[in-house]
């Protein structure tokens, strides 16, 4: 297997691509202290893909991926022609997953997180640049020490969150 060392971003291309033009602004910028490799640089999608192209090639990015996030927003819940796909894909590989409330929640929202990762081992962020930040540097080698027996959702508690400044 290759050297896994980017991160794949999972999101609504619709509706959440603010969120992720976020953070790669979060990353471009001197002045913040934040920092990913991008698994979407490599080989750039055109809109004219057929789906089993975009497939693909999405997943010769997770190839190269160290941990995934998704970014989940009011629809992701619902979408299952490639934010599904993606998801499963990041399973059966055995790619860590961040999952990112872009409503500001600190742990699982039932109402939109996608049920395949609902009774998994993921760690469930608000969409701040600090914690994900955190989970980014942390959450991968938790992952990987983890007893395979367990499940179910992850979150960090209060004194991570009262670490980081955002209490």
């Given amino acids: 297997m290759s050297y896994r060392n980017k991160t794949y971003v999972i999101f609504d291309g619709d509706e959440d691509m603010w969120a992720y033009r976020f953070m ?3 990353k471009a910028n001197d002045n913040i ?3 990913f490799h991008d698994a979407h640089d490599l080989k750039p999608l055109t809109d004219r893909a057929g789906e089993e192209t975009v497939k693909r090639r999405l997943r010769e990015r997770l ?3 160290k941990q995934a996030i998704v970014l989940i927003g009011e629809k992701s819940k619902n979408l299952y022609r490639f934010v599904r796909w993606e998801l499963e894909t990041c399973q059966n590989m055995g790619i860590p997953i961040v ?3 872009l409503n500001g929640l600190k742990s699982q929202d039932s109402k939109r997180c996608p049920p395949i990762i609902r009774d998994e081992y993921v760690v469930h962020i608000p969409f701040k640049l600090k914690i994900i930040q955190y989970a980014l540097d942390n959450f991968p080698s938790e992952f990987s020490r983890r007893n395979q027996s ?3 959702p992850r979150y960090y508690n209060d ?4 670490q980081l400044g955002l209490e």
């Fill in 33 to 35: 202290e934040f920092d």
């Fill in 24 to 26: 790669r602004g979060w």
């Fill in 99 to 101: 999952a990112v409330n």
């Fill in 150 to 152: 367990e499940s179910g």
């Fill in 159 to 162: 004194s991570v969150y009262k």
């Fill in 63 to 65: 190839s190269n991926t």
